[in-house]
């Protein structure tokens, strides 16, 4: 099942690859920047990267024209436990220049198709509450808000709120 139309005709989605390392962690780096995407100080290394998320479910949008990634998607473990096989966190960044143009959409939409066909129940994330366009992407392709983890982190001297999100799919009984 297709969750959404093609991505827009200026992207091409593929798979990611370690030929793609330097321009996702760059982009991972420009959302840290952001000080609005992710508890992080600063992206980690290719390998660390690698070694974290599920190689079946991450992707890069890729500029027809350039070649340039604009944007990736990962998932992760939420647990090792076997009851939990089926439920993911994913992660997903697109560079401030190419936003606008369908790439998060894209990217999402990719990842949930690859996860219903692998029998993954449950994506989740968790949002800054001010990362509006992204609480915006997910809830825009099937995730509802399960809550807010009130003053779950400090994060540049401040306390943050995490808003968690999940997408139960609707193909998997």
Do not use: C
Request: no cysteine.
């Amino acid at each position: 099942m297709t969750t959404t139309a093609a991505a827009p005709t200026a992207l091409t989605i593929v798979p990611m690859r370690a030929e793609h390392a330097d321009r996702v962690l760059a982009i991972y780096q420009l959302g840290i920047d952001t000080g609005d995407a992710t508890f992080q100080e600063r992206a980690p290394e290719w390998a660390e990267f690698d070694a974290g998320k599920l190689p079946d479910h991450r992707f890069v949008a890729l500029d027809r024209s350039t070649g340039a990634v604009l944007g990736w998607v990962a998932a992760s473990e939420t647990s090792k436990r076997a009851v939990y096989r089926g439920v993911v966190e994913t992660s997903i960044y697109v560079h401030p220049d190419a936003a606008g143009r369908g790439v998060g959409r894209a990217l999402l939409a990719a990842q949930i198709d690859s996860t219903e066909a692998a029998g993954v129940w449950t994506i989740q994330a968790g949002i800054f509450p001010e990362n509006t366009g992204s609480l915006a992407l997910h809830t825009a392709l099937g995730f509802r808000v399960i809550g807010t983890r009130e003053r779950v982190g400090r994060h540049h001297d401040r306390w943050r709120d995490v808003t968690l999100l999940e997408r139960r799919s609707p193909t998997i009984d």
